[in-house]
């Protein structure tokens, strides 16, 4: 049971490239997150999905786009980096069912990205 | 103004003694507060989940909510180096929703 997985662990960019980071949780969760984490403030939510083939935004998603095209895999894509996007990002994933604590996300290792 | 506040430390204490965090919040509607655990170049981690206003204790960890001042504590005792780590704050209004996180404290606990 590995949990939750990120592809890459780490990435440097140059202004302009496009990459996409791969997500994957055998949970079988329901929720995933994409969130980004910036000295200072905390993890901040780019998009989430609340299922196979649905997405939403988040509080900071200008600049990303993201899939959900299979249950276990969330994938966050930036088209055209930019050094603003310069930070570790993470996934989580979360079950709805009415667990004790439903409100727990299972994060990931992080991918650290650097634009250059 | 962030809706959640908390201070970035970094907090440096001996091994042995207590560490006490602390977050402030602005939104009267968060009903669910939790602290997570991060250890350096890992995910955070769920350390403690408590519901609306009390106190929850976990072996040396112990979560207080006061919902009228708007303030969450985390208390840490016997701290132990295995404790170094950022201790992140998060909040939601309903079970389930999204989380509102805070910055972050950094704690060091020298041997």
């Known amino acids: 049971n590995a949990g939750v997985t990120q592809t890459p662990k780490f990435r440097v960019l140059k202004t302009g490239q496009s990459m996409t980071l791969l997500c994957a949780q055998d949970?079988?969760?329901?929720?995933m997150y994409w969130y980004r984490q910036d000295p200072g403030m905390g993890l901040r939510l780019i998009h989430y999905?609340?299922?196979?083939?649905?997405?939403a935004k988040g509080e900071v998603p200008d600049g990303y786009n993201v899939s959900r095209l299979k249950k276990q895999n969330f994938l966050l894509g930036l088209e055209s980096a930019a050094p603003s996007q310069t930070s570790v990002y993470f996934c989580?994933?979360?079950?709805?069912?009415?667990?004790?604590?439903?409100?727990?996300?299972?994060f990931g290792p992080g991918t650290r990205l650097t634009v250059l | 103004q962030k809706e959640v506040e908390q201070d970035p430390g970094p907090l440096s204490v001996p091994e042995g003694a207590i560490v006490s965090l602390n977050c402030t919040y602005s939104?009267?509607?968060?009903?669910?507060f939790m602290w997570y655990r991060q250890y350096s170049r890992k995910g955070p981690e769920l350390l403690m989940y408590?519901?609306?206003?009390g106190n929850k204790e976990d072996g040396r960890f112990t979560a207080q909510v006061d919902k009228s001042s708007k303030y969450i504590s985390l208390f840490i005792r016997d701290s132990q180096p295995s404790d170094s780590a950022t201790y992140l704050c998060?909040?939601?209004?309903?079970?389930?929703?999204?989380?509102?996180f805070g910055g972050g404290t950094r704690v060091l606990v020298k041997p």
């Open positions: 989580a994933s979360r079950s709805v069912f009415p667990l004790e604590n439903n409100n727990e996300q299972f």
């Open positions: 949970m079988n969760h329901e929720y």
């Open positions: 999905s609340v299922g196979e083939g649905t997405t």
């Open positions: 939104n009267s509607a968060f009903q669910y």
């Open positions: 408590t519901y609306s206003s």
């Open positions: 998060a909040m939601s209004e309903a079970a389930g929703n999204k989380l509102t």
